[in-house]
């Protein structure tokens, strides 16, 4: 039985805030953990088709918010994004649980399985095959996608510039068969013996060669196969279809 006015006043203050801190937990928890700030890029696919093969798998969502990235737009390089991403670049995702974002998409994919890939579904048990998995990521990520990303950008240029071009294209097509050996090598799979973000990561730049002057896949028939295999996953067709 409380005493005073003053106390039950105290009281109901009480009950009220904390009311309202469950009413806002209620509502910051229905809404997804992930949150993806991306473009219908290589980049920001790579992140997409992870998200979808999560949801796929373990019914993650996600929350997915496009970024404007015409240069009447840059809103990658809008103050907001760059607390988000330092770098002024999709993708990047805000996870709302963990209360942090993560940039660079070989940073985002790892993140992803570590988290929330339980089953390894998506990466390996192993000590050997994890660490594969980061070697074909940054391979892919210091070599082939910039390598192909620079051939776009000096095929679309508005000064042609046939050394450049080659160099790039060139590079590109090594690194195609670098893929190539080591498809044949590992039974079909970058890492292990299934189907792993290595895999994702590569086969979202694999996917721009067609717009670098590398009309087909048949010089490199296992990377043909892979990439089929790949093209044909729910996910994967999922996001290319976002
Ligand atoms: N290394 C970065 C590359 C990110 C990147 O180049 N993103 C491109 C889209 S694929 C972008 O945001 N371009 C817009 C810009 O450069 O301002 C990653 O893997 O996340």
Known sequence: MLKTAAARTRLAGITSTLSNRSTSRNMASSAPAIKLYGAGTPNGRKVL?????????YGTQYEYQKIDLSDAKLEQK???????????????????????????????????????????????????????????MFWANAGLGPMMGQAGHFIRASEQLPYAQNRYIDESKRLLGVMEIRLKENNGWLVGDHYSIADLNAYCWVVAHSFIRIPSLDEWPAVKSWFEAIAGRDAVKAAYAL
């Open 49 to 57: 088709a992870a998200l979808e093969e999560l949801k796929q798998v």
């Open 78 to 136: 809008e103050p907001w994004f760059i607390k988000l991403n330092p770098n002024g670049r999709i993708p990047v995702i805000e996870d709302r649980e963990a209360g942090f974002p993560v940039f660079e998409t070989g940073a985002i994919l790892a993140y992803l399985q570590q988290k929330y890939d339980v089953q390894n579904k998506f990466g390996f048990v192993g000590e050997r095959e994890k660490s594969e998995v980061l070697q074909w």
